[in-house]
């Protein structure tokens, strides 16, 4: 088996690895802890997938050098909320914090897109850290918006995002099994914090180094408006009663549908974009593909 193919560093590895670590972690810590900091999976999976495909450089230069530390950097913060046991507001205005660091690390673009690029992370985070921690709302948005982050990257040539946003969507995935179609774990900061400004760096990532227009990346973003609609029509609703409601499958799959026809949408903007383009394919400077 070659470890360093493709579909192995970006797709197994890190489906097996979360569901593992997440499965290992709510079995060891007991069923009060380990439903707690089971998510915490997601994030090692994350965190050594991105090892995995880039190395660890202890004095990064570049962009694709300095995500594996800012991954750790946000699986770290996840883990001292849940510790603390921190509010959602809290939860929200610490990771906020985090994203405008990083972007004030990353970014070079004028200040108006960066303030509108600040703007919708925060959103996006509000929009992930906002749902139910027994729901599987955040991370079936995550997964599918992490999808079609892979596939806008390949579409803009670049095979090594492409990889880093697979990676992602498999890792909150692997997890997410836990979660669905019935709630044995909860998603929470220490799973979601990782997972969500993951999605925002590479996404980041893909708008510094690729031709891909900026109104994509929102329209792409809009996908995590799925959870807080299907959060609020149940709220309205309330037919289940609290036993059955514990049992996310529906929900979930509804986010998925209505996540996916935005990515649907942004994908379809990026085809256009790309049949317009000049003949010829982006070379990715980063990235020597094996395939």
């Not at 180094?209 to 994509?216: A, F, H, T």
């Not at 974009?273 to 394919?281: C, E, L, N, Q």
Request: charged content about 10%; some cysteine; aromatic content about 8%.
């Amino acid at each position: 088996m070659d470890f360093h193919h493709p579909l192995f560093q970006s797709l197994a590895l890190p489906l097996v690895l979360s569901f593992a670590a997440t499965g290992l972690l709510r079995g060891g810590l007991g069923p009060v802890h380990g439903r707690r900091w089971a998510s915490a999976g997601a994030g090692v999976a994350i965190v050594v997938a991105s090892v995995w495909v880039l190395g660890w450089d202890m004095w990064p230069r570049t962009l694709t050098e300095e995500l594996p530390w800012i991954y750790m950097a946000a699986a770290l913060l996840g883990l001292g909320l849940e510790a603390m046991r921190a509010a959602t507001r809290t939860t929200w205005l610490a990771t906020c914090v985090l994203w405008t660091l990083v972007l004030a690390g990353l970014s070079d673009q004028p200040l108006a897109l960066q303030a509108v690029t600040w703007l919708v992370g925060v959103a996006v985070i509000a929009a992930v850290l906002g749902q139910p921690a027994e729901s599987a709302h955040a991370a079936a948005s995550l997964v599918v918006a992490g999808l079609g982050l892979a596939a806008v990257a390949l579409i803009n040539g670049s095979a090594l995002l492409f990889e880093l946003s697979l990676s992602i969507a498999a890792a909150v995935a692997g997890c997410a099994l836990w979660l669905w179609p019935k709630a044995r774990i909860s998603f929470g900061a220490c799973g979601a914090v990782v997972s969500v400004i993951a999605w925002l760096t590479v996404a980041e990532g893909i708008a510094l180094l690729s031709p891909v227009r900026p109104v994509v990346l929102l329209v792409l973003a809009c996908a995590f408006i799925a959870g807080p609609i299907v959060h609020l029509a149940g709220r309205w609703l309330r037919r289940a009663p609290p036993a059955v409601s514990r049992r996310t499958w529906a929900g979930a799959l509804v986010v998925a549908v209505l996540a996916a026809i935005w990515v649907t949408g942004a994908v379809a903007l990026a085809l256009h974009d790309d049949a317009k383009a000049p003949a010829g394919g982006l070379d990715d400077p980063y990235y020597t593909p094996r395939w």
